[in-house]
């Protein structure tokens, strides 16, 4: 108990209020809503102590004004356009990659003995969570503004994000059809880790192991195992033969 005292105590100091205003652009006014949407549930179990309610919150919102600036931005385009784009901004890889570059990882309260949430998506899930308790403490209106100030522009380049295709393992699948390879998803591994389900999935091509992807859903594990082996092979441009396996 005493080790968490400390643990918590940390995460209350100047320190941590400096490294939090540097992430928000401002000084919060509900410390503590900042230090529930920053704490993971492998630290704390309880709903009310965690960041998941924040994350499911702040996911709707985020999604809301994701959508609000694609309309905007994109007045002529048809809805089936808008929801794929929306779908490239929103990405679990895309808002993890994100959440460290705004240094989301160095204040992020998480258990760090746990190797496999180091290389987890629980940044981009913080964002999120991160997003929702600044709706809560400043309103709609200036998160709107602050999503799109410190994670739209700095962070999503609209020309580039046109032309990304998001579905690694259709990409992966087309290339295996393309070139008469067999291409099967395996899992690995499957064990409780923190009272979740955590999946390895390997991507097999022609019976061999290209790469793997651990989540906590298969879906996601598949999708990770994906995109690794799509740049292990060199197919992320499409006009790229790729190596032979």
Known sequence: MDF?????????????????????????????LYKTALTHRSIKETSSENNERLEYLGDAILSALIADYLFKRYPYKEEGFLTEMRSKMVNRQQLNDIAVKMGLKKITVYNKSDASLKTSQIFGNTLEALVGAIYLDKGYKKTSKWVGERIIIPHMFMDDLEILEINHKNKLYGWANKNGKSLEFETLNEHMENGRRLFTIAAVI?????????AFNKK??????????????????????????
């Open 4 to 32: 968490w005292k400390s643990f918590f105590k940390k995460h209350t100091t100047p320190g941590f209020k400096k490294g939090l205003k540097g992430v928000l652009g401002y000084t919060p006014g509900n410390v503590s």
């Open 206 to 214: 022609n019976g061999k192991v290209i790469a793997e992807g651990k």
């Open 220 to 245: 996601d594990a598949s999708q990770i195992a994906s995109q690794l082996a799509v740049e292990k092979l060199g197919i992320a441009n499409s006009d790229s033969p790729g190596i032979d396996v």
